[in-house]
């Protein structure tokens, strides 16, 4: 089979899964971006993907600062809205800067301090407080015992603007384990714009395996790799 063909049938089908699961939770599916998720991917794979009129508003997103270096100027020309999805340590913060529009995986007001301080004059960062939700060792994220008073201080520092909140759901088979999840951030950020940060209303959550769950739940981004690209190959 022809690989950029696969690659547009697949993007299809994940946008109709999330049609149908926007449809079926009763919400707009204009209300649900796409991001893919394009790390241990070559530059000129993503560019031809990201090129597809199949993935048209679709965003990227890489989860290593080495690979978004790496990349950034093989795909500088590409007009679309790269997003950081990893942890950032404070040594790449420049780099991240450099080639992210957004950073998602904010955990810590320590970080959010540092990219404030690095946000060049008159320009704007945004960002998203990752919470792990799951509670699983192995993810990152603030605790959602902390995430509100995290995020109302990032949102108050100043060259940030916080968009919303991201999480990496429970890894298990059980449906109603993973949606609760899910629904605690939508309900961090519901509780988030009472405090008065009205800019975050993004809910990045769901992938691949999961993406229906987190429509439900009320999904702004979704970030998919695996169900575009097919497995990745361990580096
Ligand atoms: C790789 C990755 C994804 C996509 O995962 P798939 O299961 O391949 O869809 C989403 N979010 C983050 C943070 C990732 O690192």
């Not at 790449?92 to 810590?108: D, H, M, Q, T």
């Not at 800019?199 to 769901?206: H, I, K, R, V």
């Amino acid at each position: 089979m022809n690989q950029t063909s696969t690659v547009a049938q697949r993007l299809t089908a994940v946008r109709e899964r999330v049609e149908s699961a926007a449809h079926a939770a009763g919400r707009s599916p204009d209300d649900v971006r796409v991001l893919l998720a394009t790390k241990t991917l070559d530059a000129d794979v993503i560019r031809t993907a990201l090129e597809l009129p199949e993935a048209a508003g679709m965003l990227r997103g890489e989860n290593r600062v080495q690979e978004l270096v790496a990349k950034g100027p093989a795909l500088a020309d590409l007009t679309v809205e790269t997003h950081l999805i990893g942890p950032l340590q404070s040594n790449k913060v420049n780099a991240a800067l450099r080639w992210a529009g957004c950073i998602e995986s904010v955990a810590s007001v320590d970080l959010g301090r540092r990219l404030s301080e690095r946000v060049p004059a008159g320009s704007t960062l945004d960002v998203m407080v990752q919470v792990n939700v799951s509670g699983e060792p192995t993810k990152h994220g603030v605790v959602p015992e902390d995430a509100l008073d995290l995020a109302v201080q990032i949102a108050g520092l100043p060259g940030l603007r916080l968009l919303g909140f991201m999480t990496v759901g429970a890894n298990s088979p059980e449906a109603d384990l993973v949606r609760t999840g899910y629904a605690r951030l939508a309900d961090i950020r519901d509780r988030t714009i009472a405090e008065g940060v009205a800019t975050a209303t993004e809910l990045s959550m769901g992938m691949s395996g999961d993406l229906e769950l987190a429509v439900a739940e009320g999904a702004t981004l979704v970030r998919v790799g695996t169900a575009v690209f097919g497995p990745r190959q361990v580096r």
